[in-house]
């Protein structure tokens, strides 16, 4: 029996398979498709060149398919077989779970990719790339063995343009087995002055969020805390992880994303009246007044902007620092962010300290945007990248709790603390060790401060 709910949620019995509408690649051979599953054993993923009936076994298919296993021999192995026949028979690798676990399985002219969480194309668990691919299947089965399986949140999903890097690790040997992807990060030098939200644009790194852009349904990823705290985006704390966009153009869609995260964007003269809608539909005011602007001029002066030209659209700001610091030179909104930070809204991390217990719920793209070490921390397959928390050692917990506020608004804030000299070192090495590179120098700003006055005390006497 199958059993489906609202299309969210769905049974599979044993033996079964379903075969929904949405559930299609749009170009045949190349696909991707994500979802929630749970089950004690073989979680079963087929693709063919034709739709099934529900009473479908992969094992008695002669037509060209390709079947995915997680959890074959009793959740022991991960198989992938192509035309009833195994080719990949291996140990320990996308395992079931009697809770719901995420993953995602993408197909390429015949390479396939297998990996585990809620955003597609990170974490990569394993690859195979068959030598006589089938480049016609479209049609993508749910299905089980001899237990029950769980679905939900299943996806189908276009391949990103980026999608032949998984071609070259494929080339060089990088994948073969391997449970994580190598990340950008790794092995990068990265200069401070040039490291900050920007790096995160359009990023599946930390993402939470992605919207389905355009009419060939695009995917762009986001961060929600982030775009919380710049305008009011139709998302709760926990559901709609999924924005579908698709009378909105990508490029469109991007300024829109580049001007939050970059602080700057440039934009078709001719696609600024679409910018300031959106802009509008979700409540990033200082864009949408800026669109208003340009547009006003325009009619004043309609030679002011020729056929073709882009129109650079840059965030007002004053503050010192602002080309790097956050959220200065952003339209994020400090307070608005300081109280997502204070409710534990959309919060990912939970971080702990010896002798103190869980200390802090903040977020990995807030920390990650101050402190190059974090972010390679959450990104470079340590174990910290598939975990929600982190366990320090040896940290003050009074100037760690600083250095988190400092994060959120920018600003140090010393006042109504007891033996700020010695919170002020401790908060020195702090920044020092997590690469908060703007702290460490205020905190020097401030301890040659103390310092002067202390000598022009003495001088005085």
């Not at 079963?44 to 992969?58: A, C, K, S, W």
């Amino acid at each position: 029996m199958l059993e489906e709910k609202e299309k969210k949620f769905l049974t599979v019995a044993p033996f079964q398979c379903a075969w929904r509408k949405d559930l299609k690649f749009r170009e045949a051979g190349r696909g991707c498709v994500a979802f929630d599953a749970f089950a004690h054993n073989d979680v079963t993923v087929v693709f063919r060149e034709n739709v099934g009936t529900l009473h479908y076994h992969y094992k008695r298919d002669n037509s060209p398919h390709y079947t995915v296993i997680l959890g074959s021999n009793r959740n022991r192995r991960l198989k992938i077989e192509a035309d009833g026949k195994t080719e990949v028979d291996v140990e320990g690798i996308g395992l079931c779970s009697s809770t719901f676990q995420s993953y995602w399985i993408s197909i390429y002219d015949g390479l396939i990719s297998i990996g585990k969480g809620r955003y597609p194309f990170q974490n990569l668990m394993f690859q195979w790339l068959h030598s006589n691919p089938n480049c016609n299947v479209r049609y993508v089965g749910l299905s089980s063995w001899d237990r029950h399986v769980g679905y939900r949140n299943v996806n189908v999903l276009p391949l990103p343009h980026d999608h032949m890097l998984l071609w070259k690790q494929v080339d060089s040997g990088e994948f073969e087995g391997k449970e994580d992807s190598e990340e950008e990060l790794e092995g990068e030098e990265v200069e401070d002055e040039e490291w900050g939200l920007q790096n995160f644009l359009e990023s599946w790194e930390l993402s939470d969020v992605f919207f389905i852009v355009g009419m060939e349904e695009r995917p762009v990823p986001a961060h929600k805390v982030i775009l919380q705290a710049s305008g009011n985006f139709p998302f709760s704390s926990s559901d709609e992880d999924v924005i579908q966009l698709k009378s909105v153009a990508y490029p469109v869609m991007r300024s829109l994303l580049q001007y939050i995260y970059a602080g700057r964007t440039q934009v078709l003269e001719s696609e600024v009246e679409m910018l300031m809608a959106l802009s509008l539909q979700f409540e990033v005011t200082p864009l949408a007044k800026q669109c208003e602007e340009i547009l006003e001029r325009c009619k004043l002066n309609k030679k002011l902007f020729g056929h073709g030209k882009s129109v650079e659209l840059l965030y007002p700001y004053s503050r010192p620092h602002s080309c790097t610091m956050f959220p200065a030179g952003l339209p994020v909104n400090q307070k608005r962010l300081s109280e997502l930070h204070s409710a534990g809204e959309y919060s990912d991390l939970n971080i702990y300290i010896e002798g103190y217990g869980l200390v802090a719920q903040p977020h990995k793209i807030v920390v990650s945007i101050w402190s190059v070490p974090f972010a390679k921390m959450f990104t470079n397959g340590m174990s910290e990248s598939c975990s929600s928390e982190v366990h320090l050692r040896d940290v003050p917990l009074q100037a760690f709790k600083i250095m988190l506020e400092f994060m959120y608004s920018g600003d140090l804030n010393l006042e109504d603390t007891t033996d700020s000299g010695t919170l002020l070192l401790q908060l020195l090495l702090l920044a020092d060790q997590f690469g908060v590179t703007i702290l460490y120098q205020e905190c020097c700003k401030t301890l040659l401060e103390c310092l002067s006055e202390v000598a022009n005390l003495h001088l005085s006497r």
